[in-house]
């Protein structure tokens, strides 16, 4: 199911990075509304957390809006007076070792699912998935869905 990400026109915010999500979701740093360009490494990483984000699209046969995908600590982006800044820390992120930084997390709602209880609800649907789909979920309150493809620690359904 994966898209090789060195067959993706990263240059092109609506090349395809997988069937139905594309650079500019992932790249989009909304706060600041630039761009991130990212590294190699950093494309890799956001090509194979999309195929968790399809299967949860699947799961719910609805659009999946991305509200941050990438957060790096230091942004590519010359000719911004961002470039080389920390977005992670102007979100509020505290964290050094945060999946967001390598592209290898994504905070979505499910479209038409966007309040704290619709979104809690959309949580519970994910959940007996985890394993299989080997990611892991934020146990959180709010209007939006955290995942990632860090390894487990305690537990794949965890408090931040």
């Not at 050094?96 to 930084?101: D, E, G, P």
């Amino acid at each position: 199911m994966a898209y090789d990400w060195q067959e993706i026109d990263w240059n092109d915010l609506n090349s395809k990075i997988g069937p139905h999500f594309r650079v500019h979701e992932a790249l989009w740093l909304p706060s600041w509304r630039i761009y991130h360009i990212a590294s190699d490494e950093e494309k890799a990483n956001i090509v194979q957390i999309t195929d968790s984000m399809e299967l949860i699209r699947d799961l719910f046969g609805s659009a999946i809006i991305i509200h941050c995908w990438i957060r790096p600590l230091k942004v590519n982006a010359p000719d911004t007076p961002h470039h080389g800044k920390n977005y992670n820390r102007h979100i509020g992120s505290r964290s050094t070792k945060s999946a967001h930084i390598f592209g290898r997390a994504v905070d979505f709602h499910v479209s038409g699912h966007s309040g704290p209880e619709e979104c809690a609800m959309v949580r519970q649907e994910i959940l007996p998935h985890l394993e299989e789909w080997n990611i892991r979920m934020e146990d959180i309150e709010g209007g939006w869905i955290h995942i990632d493809d860090y390894p487990v620690v305690h537990q794949r359904f965890f408090k931040p």
